[in-house]
Nanobody, 122 residues
């Protein structure tokens, strides 16, 4: 069993930065790939970024490539999402999820956090 708790969301102006954290409980954290997803108002949840269990491989949606960076600290059971050059269209609830397969398909996630809200003002 893995419990995930996101933090770090808030209100930021366009062009600003935020770092999201996702703290995991459970001894199996390091065996999971981890993903960040987001859901904007009135839209479906979408993939944002993913990272392999070792942290050696990362994946990004085209919409955030070059602006967001995913990382993880297995000793601290935490995954991060550094977001820079934020745009109003990045406004969403951001979720972290644990992925046993590395596919980063939403249906394949074993565990989800409850999300943290990021609001980017223009």
């Amino acid at each position: 069993q893995v419990q995930l708790v996101e933090s770090g969301g808030g209100l930021v102006q366009a062009g600003g930065s935020l770092r999201l954290s996702c703290a995991a409980s459970g001894r199996t954290f390091s065996s999971y790939c981890m993903g960040w997803f987001r859901q904007a108002p009135g839209k479906e949840r979408e993939f944002v970024a993913g990272i392999s269990w070792s942290g050696s491989t990362t994946y990004y949606a085209n919409s955030v490539k070059g602006r967001f960076t995913i990382s993880r600290d297995n000793a601290e059971n935490t995954v991060y999402l550094q977001m820079s050059s934020l745009k109003p269209e990045d406004t969403a609830v951001y979720y972290c999820a644990a992925d046993p397969s590395g596919s980063f398909h939403q249906h394949a996630m074993d565990y989800w956090g409850k999300g943290t809200l990021v609001t980017v003002s223009s």
